[in-house]
């Protein structure tokens, strides 16, 4: 990156003599340091101490440096800088928490130990390329096409969709794949648990895709300002692609912890040229089609992923697709109150605050209410739920004595 910043610069919107991703390869180096000690962290499941050390490597690590930074007049630099100084923070903060032993071998030592990782990882560095590219060749089109300031406001409205999905996606991915690689052997609890993360994060998502379609006005004027107003349809086209945005990471979980890695670059390669195609095509209605031409490629995606995923059971597309529908009569219910509600209050001129508030609250009351009145369905969800309720210390110890014994 160091070497090709001034090629790559320019197909990014930055100036071939800037020095932005030059100083950026310096996380390059810093997240393959900090690699083992974030992969051991996730295989113990010791999430409260990776949560320890990301909170205040973002909150002081990254605000508080760009921040004060971009205060004293450092301009753009002051976010690559504090990029820089929340991954060193993050590499640090692990190591100390792992102390993992990081002696060197020789030579043939470390070769031979590393031949079985190198075949997986580089597979999965594959298939991360694909995925960086399908994560971002939207981005790529819409600045050669139609020009940055198209991408200030598509990248605002792909960022108010990514945030609830990575929100739910990512911690599923974190918690789902490490588990998953525990019983990878036994297809059938593994199918079973698929089914079931599947089902909870349909059961999540899908009320909150019709809350954030219907309430989008408000959110972007609270969020982002009443000058913003064009990120509006967009980010109502992403959020009703909110559930295969997310569903497919546990797919992905799926792929890792099987070892089918080589199956999972190469569609994620297939994604990367779906996402490509399609905002090119969607680039002739702006950028509202190339919302849509994502959209298309990230359901097309999902049912890829899920089909791959029906490897390991016969059936499995068709569990997984009826453990969404259970979730449709309360994204149904949320919708019918939701949406007049809004409309009234709009009409009637009340803040926007109020209007987000209020129909925020009632969309999640009733969606809650189906939820109760359908808990027998849903009664494994809630089971995987009720285990992140804090419980009493000493009945945390009891479980882990007797877990130990």
Not at 126 to 142: E, H, P, T
Not at 179 to 194: P, W, Y
Not at 201 to 225: D, F, R
Request: one cysteine or more; charged letters at 10%; hydrophobic letters at 55%.
């Amino acid at each position: 990156m160091f070497a090709a910043a001034p090629l790559i610069g320019p197909l990014v919107g930055l100036p071939a003599d800037s020095s932005y991703l030059q100083i950026l390869s310096i996380v390059l180096v810093l997240g393959g340091v900090n690699g083992v000690a974030s992969g051991l962290l996730q295989r113990d499941m010791r999430f409260r101490a990776i949560t320890l050390v990301d909170l205040p490597s973002y909150g002081i690590g990254y605000l508080g440096t760009a921040a004060t930074l971009a205060y004293f007049g450092a301009g753009t630099a002051a976010i690559v800088w504090g990029q820089v100084t929340q991954t060193l923070m993050t590499t640090v903060g692990y190591y100390a928490l792992v102390r993992h032993d990081v002696r060197p071998r020789r030579i043939r030592v470390m070769l031979a130990r590393g031949r079985r990782l190198f075949r997986f990882g580089s597979a999965y560095s594959v298939s991360q390329v694909g995925n960086w590219l399908a994560n971002n060749g939207d981005n790529l089109v819409i600045t050669s096409t139609l020009g940055a300031p198209a991408l200030g406001i598509y990248s605002r409205a792909y960022q108010l969709l990514v945030q609830p999905a990575t929100l739910i996606g990512g911690v599923a991915d974190k918690v789902v794949f490490p588990a998953m690689s525990r019983i990878q052997h036994d297809s059938r609890r593994l199918a079973h648990a698929f089914v079931r993360m599947n089902s909870l994060i349909a059961m999540l998502t899908l009320p909150a895709s019709v809350l954030i379609i219907v309430a989008a006005p408000e959110i972007v004027v609270i969020l982002l300002g009443p000058n913003w107003s064009a990120v509006t349809l967009p980010l109502q086209i992403f959020a009703a692609v909110l559930l295969p945005r997310t569903a497919y990471k546990i797919s992905g979980s799926l792929t890792r912890a099987t070892g089918a890695v080589v199956g999972g670059a190469l569609r994620q390669w297939i994604y990367a040229a779906f996402v490509v195609v399609g905002c090119l095509v969607g680039t002739r209605w702006g950028l509202a089609g190339v919302a849509a031409g994502t959209s298309v490629a990230i359901v097309v995606h999902t049912l890829v992923m899920l089909k791959f995923s029906s490897r390991i059971k016969r059936g499995l597309v068709g569990d997984v697709l009826r453990a969404y529908a259970k979730s449709l009569p309360a994204a149904a219910a949320t919708a019918a109150v939701c949406w007049p509600l809004a409309v009234w209050l709009r009409e009637s001129g009340v803040p926007a605050f109020v209007t987000l508030l209020v129909t925020s609250a009632a969309g999640l009351l009733m969606a809650g209410l189906v939820l109760l009145v359908m808990r027998r369905m849903f009664a494994e969800e809630l089971a995987v739920l009720a285990q992140f309720r804090p419980r009493k210390r000493s009945t945390s110890r009891a479980a882990a004595t007797a877990h130990a014994g």
